[in-house]
């Protein structure tokens, strides 16, 4: 399991009919990702990248082709099997947080957790997090008491409770001000980093891109561009 | 990194599907409460609804059962005695000799005699038709209070001359004490007023004003005679339970008197009075199925607030789907939210409906004294919270299940719809919402059955909801479709605020139709009450035939026949040939060869198991008819032969046929014939009450009474009364003016009771409207934000909506208004033959009722909307 990819996709297409037109999202999609890499999907609005992650994520169904999550071909799973796997493998930070408005920070962050059943102290691993992302007096706020960079920082928490081994994140700083998105995406790699997942993130940004050790560039439903970036470049930008 | 292995699972696809991480009931509960809280205003709705029904629900059942207890309590001061039997004729040498032998062992009895007679307070005045009570004083009641006023013991009131009556009486003839009255052939004093009565619900043919006399006083009078029209009743007391005396066997006792007195109405301390049971029982449970549609019209709403609520949830569930959720753990946070809904509503009905218990006796007060004793029943709050929280689970079913079809990737893409989908895609999807409907009405038959205590009944009911809904929903869908065709039309040009209004209706979202069906539920149901109690006798007595008659004569004697008819014949205002039958009182016994009491009869058929009137009639009377079989004749040789012509309805009830032998008893002597034919009467014809017709002779010697009719215009009644009763004081005179007016009192105290359930309809209805608006609050925010950016003023707005709630009103009415009056029609001509012409002045009051109600309920739930910021609004888009 070590060796194979953590993400492998084969002829993926994604048709949708809006009434009597049919719109092809995704025309034959092929690329993997191996453990650990850090992969930014580009491309501009309307080219599929969104849709593309949230067929990794198992939020719908291909029209044709396969994906297969850490060895798993989620393609031909059920609702609840796919649910089960995002609660336990895959963490997902979203544009618009998303987080739900009648749980606490804290609440929000251990419903994955939860949710997947696993065992052990799930509060004290939310507290970890909490103050990972600098919120650790902030846990018993409701998201409407918290302002967009904060909301997006229980989000990031939230995907990282499992400890997924793929982490999917739909433009993490669209909604936020260059500062906050600046600081949202170095919290989002220095986390990474320390749990070890696999992180594949959707933006159109140029110089978010640049965080990635590999750009995937999309137009038209169709992959143009697939560039590895050097770790080294990385290091200096993010770290410092 | 070492607790990594606590987190993270590696396991194959399908394990997945074998495994079920669950949310934990805290955490769901959490969700639920806090969401429920947070949509306090709209689920305040769904709670009043809920808490409606059931506390219709719970005040009828509640009072029911607290009624029958009191009434068991009372049981004996209720029936005056430990136990009673009640027949209609004389006893028999035979009973008397039971009676005594009971006498013998220590068990004391008393007759009571009650009957209708004509009562006269001068020769001035029209004689009244009063209910005679005969007493023996000494020994009347066993049990119980006898009051009279002035106070005194009744044994040294009622003296042969004497008799006591009741105030109505005195206030109508003006009567002072010692002022003397007329009853048969004897004149009595007025010795007082009856002031408590204790046996006066188990009585018998009570109609009129209350006259009680002793039994010295009844013989003067010679009003009861063999074949009379009048009630025995013997009242026994058991000897007190004494050391060393064997205790009396109540079951043993019953069964000697049941032998004695066949056919006899026995009742004993240990039950409610049958006649009342049987009465309290169709009451309850008419009452709580009316109670169960308020309740269904508030799930009804309870199922919209909550498809308006998960719609607006629908980010949450796909963000919880996103992250991990399955449906079915999403479904427990919902499932739990309608039950602290339903449960709290049903609560809150709970409370309301211990409430209304207390109101029904002030309601009662007049005919049943008892019924204020009443307390807290805990029973019927049971039911009542089971069948709110239950009806509420129902009808949230749908959308509870819904919650499977959000796809998590609404988050990610909003505009990812589906396209139009394929007949057998849609008939695939509609298998789980059939099978929700299914079960629902299911539900619903569960509920009706439990609380009527009859499987048949609640399919009746779930079969008349069905109906019901589909008219109710036809009609509403015309009528939008026709008001959408008038307000798109070109022939009229309809102001910008009339076309706003009207679009309100027809937008995605808004439950116009389902607000319809509630409202109309409501008003159909209040006006159809109206209709048939408002219009029945009246038109009863207006579409009556010509030839009915409308003054009847009882206890004529044969002598007084042609006497009779002379005076009739001579009066003013004779609109018909007057006639007069003989009849034999008779009791069905065997039928081919089968006991009566073999047979299951039930509701209004159980009439054949009592006495029921036979004559001689040598010709087909009439506007009779045979439907079956031959009439007899000389020619064929039947006209002396034990042969029998049966009614039709009892030939049904007792599944009799041309051929069949019956044996029936008459005054106690077994007579036998076999059925040759099966006839019809016309309703309006005095013939219309015989069961039995026989060849000419076949009942002589059988004691026989005579009753005559006559159609006389109604001015000249009074006149008639004045004659017949100065030639034959016993003949009774029943002017059918008389017993309507009866009639209209007691329908108008059942109407009491059954607005006041139905107010509880129309009260769930406005809340549906109320929810139902306040389900599309946000959109409607939105609209008025951008219709004020972009310039209408808060007038026109108010207008827009005034139009769309008046439409509404106006279309719920219309639509309530025309099912009422057809159901209206239907049941007066289905079951009083009655014609009624159409009531155009209730159902215009009705249609504006309902509009200011729509106008009222639309405008509570759109406060404050006018009043918000449209920059605000706009900006959180």
Redo the contacts between chains.
């Keep these: 399991m070590a060796d194979s990819p953590v993400i492998a996709v084969e002829g993926v297409t994604k048709s949708i009919v809006n009434g009597a037109r049919r719109v092809d999202i995704l025309r034959g999609i092929d690329f993997s990702v191996e453990r650990g890499q850090f992969v930014a999907l580009m491309g501009s609005s309307g080219s599929g990248k969104s849709t593309l992650l949230g067929l990794l994520a198992g939020l719908d169904a291909v029209s044709s082709g396969s994906i297969r999550v850490d060895g798993a071909e989620i393609t031909k799973m059920g609702e609840d099997a796919l649910a089960l796997l995002r609660s336990r493998k895959i963490g997902f930070v979203f544009q618009s947080f998303n987080l739900i408005p009648t749980l606490t920070a804290e609440e929000n962050i251990l419903l994955p957790f939860e949710l997947s059943g696993a065992k052990g102290d799930g509060r004290q691993r939310a507290q970890e997090l909490l103050m990972q992302v600098g919120l650790e007096h902030r846990g018993h706020h409701y998201p409407v008491q918290l302002s967009g960079g904060e909301q997006q920082r229980v989000a990031l928490a939230r995907a990282f409770i499992t400890r997924p081994s793929l982490l999917l994140a739909d433009e993490p700083t669209g909604n936020l001000d260059s500062s906050n998105g600046r600081h949202i995406l170095e919290l989002l790699v220095r986390i990474n980093r320390k749990e070890g997942a696999t992180l594949v993130m959707v933006t159109h940004d140029a110089a978010l891109a640049a965080y990635a050790d590999r750009s995937i560039l999309m137009r038209d439903g169709l992959i143009v561009a697939d560039t590895l970036q050097t770790p080294a470049e990385l290091a200096t930008e993010v770290v410092g | 990194?070492s607790?990594?292995s606590?987190?993270?699972?590696?396991k194959?696809?399908e394990a997945?599907?074998e495994?079920?991480?669950?949310?934990?009931w805290a955490?769901a509960w959490?969700?639920a409460w806090?969401?429920s809280r947070?949509s306090l205003g709209r689920f305040a709705f769904v709670v009043a609804a809920v808490a409606i029904g059931v506390a219709a629900l719970v005040g009828v059942r509640g009072f029911s059962n607290l009624f029958e207890t009191v009434l068991l309590k009372e049981a004996r001061n209720l029936m005056a005695a430990d136990l009673s039997v009640r027949v209609f004729r004389l006893p028999t040498p035979e009973q008397e000799n039971a009676l005594q032998s009971l006498e013998k062992e220590g068990i004391i009895y008393t007759q009571v005699t009650e009957s209708v007679s004509m009562l006269s307070a001068g020769p001035e005045t029209v004689p009244l038709l009063v209910s005679v009570k005969a007493v023996d004083p000494t020994l009347y009641p066993f049990y119980g209070e006898f009051r009279a006023k002035p106070a005194g013991k009744l044994q040294d009131i009622l003296q042969p001359d004497a008799v006591l009556v009741a105030e109505d009486l005195m206030i109508r003839f003006e009567l002072e004490l010692g002022d003397s009255i007329r009853l048969g052939s004897a004149s009595f004093r007025v010795a007082g007023t009856v002031e408590n009565e204790p046996d006066r619900m188990t009585g018998s043919l009570n109609a009129g004003p209350r006259v009680l006399m002793s039994r010295e006083a009844l013989e003067r009078t010679g009003l009861i005679t063999e074949g009379s029209r009048a009630a025995q009743r013997f009242l026994f007391r058991f000897p007190a339970a004494e050391p060393g005396k064997p205790v009396v066997n109540v079951e043993q006792v019953r069964e000697r008197l049941k032998e004695a007195f066949p056919g006899a109405m026995i009742s004993d301390f240990r039950q409610v009075h049958p006649a009342i049971q049987r009465g309290l029982q169709s009451a309850t449970t008419f009452l709580s199925l009316v109670s169960l549609i308020a309740l269904i019209v508030g799930s009804l709403g309870v199922g919209m607030a909550m498809q308006a609520h998960l719609q607006q949830k629908l980010?949450?569930i796909a963000?919880?789907?996103?992250?991990?959720?399955?449906?079915?753990?999403i479904l427990r946070i919902y499932g739990l939210q309608t039950l602290i809904l339903g449960g709290t509503g049903a609560l809150l009905g709970v409370l309301v409906g211990t409430g209304v218990q207390r109101v029904f006796p002030l309601l009662l007060e007049r005919n049943f004294p008892v019924a204020a004793q009443i307390g807290w029943e805990p029973w019927s709050a049971m039911q009542g919270i089971a069948t709110g929280v239950l009806s509420t689970l129902l009808f949230t079913l749908p959308s509870l299940l819904d919650i499977r079809r959000i796809?998590?990737?609404v988050?990610?893409?909003r505009e990812?719809?589906?396209?139009?989908k394929t007949w057998k895609e849609r008939l695939r999807e509609s298998r789980v919402p059939l099978a929700t409907g299914f079960l629902i009405l299911l539900g619903i038959g569960a509920i009706a059955s439990w609380l009527s205590n009859s499987v048949r009944l609640g399919a009746y009911f779930v079969g008349a909801i069905v109906v019901a809904l589909l008219v109710l929903n036809g009609i509403g869908w015309l009528l939008l479709q026709g008001l959408k065709r008038i307000a798109e039309g070109k022939t009229f040009r309809l102001s910008m605020t009339v076309r706003q209004g009207f679009g309100n209706l027809y937008r995605p979202g808004n439950h116009a139709r389902a607000a319809l069906v509630a409202l109309g539920v409501g008003v159909t149901f209040t006006l159809t009450v109206y209709l048939v109690q408002g219009s029945m006798l009246a038109s009863m007595v207006a579409s009556a035939p010509p030839n009915m008659p409308n003054v009847f004569f009882i206890n004529v004697q044969p002598n007084q026949q042609d006497e009779l008819l002379r005076i009739v014949k001579s009066q003013k205002g004779l609109a018909g040939e007057p006639s007069v039958r003989s009849s034999v009182s008779m009791r069905l016994d065997q039928i081919g060869g089968k006991k009566l009491d073999d047979f299951q009869l039930e509701g209004f058929d159980r009439r054949f198991q009592r006495e029921r009137n036979g004559r001689e009639a040598a010709e087909l009377p009439a506007g009779t008819t045979l439907v079956d079989g031959s009439w007899w004749s000389k020619a064929a040789g039947t006209a002396e032969a034990p042969v029998v012509s049966i009614a039709e309805d009892a030939a049904k009830a007792l599944h009799i046929q041309v051929g069949t032998r019956i044996r029936w008893v008459a005054a106690g002597q077994p007579l036998e014939a076999m059925v040759v034919a099966i006839h019809k009467t016309e309703e309006s014809r005095m013939d219309a009450g015989f069961d039995y017709l026989f060849p000419p002779g076949r009942l002589s010697g059988l004691p026989t009474i005579y009753f005559g009719a006559v159609r006389m215009t109604p001015a000249d009644v009074p006149a008639l009364q004045r004659a017949v009763y100065g030639a034959f004081p016993s003949i009774t005179v029943i002017n059918i003016a008389d017993v309507l007016a009866i009639v209209q009192e007691v329908l108008d105290q059942v109407t009491i009771f059954v607005e006041f359930i139905s107010f509880f309809a129309i009260l769930a209805g406005v809340v549906i409207l109320s929810a139902s608006i306040a389900g599309t609050r946000f959109r409607r925010i939105r609209e008025v934000a951008i219709l004020k950016t972009l310039g209408a003023t808060r007038s026109r707005l108010r207008g827009i909506f005034s139009v769309e709630f008046t439409l509404l009103g106006l279309v719920a009415g219309l639509m309530g208004a025309l099912i009422a009056s057809g159901f209206s029609a239907l049941v007066l001509q289905r079951f009083f033959d009655a014609q009624a012409p159409f009531p155009w002045q209730p159902i215009a009051v009705c249609i504006v009722a309902t509009v200011l109600i729509a106008n009222v309920a639309g405008w509570l739930a759109s406060l404050r909307i006018l009043d918000q910021k449209p920059l605000v609004v706009l900006r959180g888009d």
């Design positions: 990194m607790d990594k606590r987190f993270v699972v590696n194959s696809p997945y599907t495994e079920a991480g669950t949310l934990p955490l959490r969700i806090r969401e947070a980010d949450s963000i919880m789907k996103a992250v991990g959720a399955r449906s079915n753990q796809r998590p990737n988050i990610l893409r990812m719809e589906e396209g139009r």
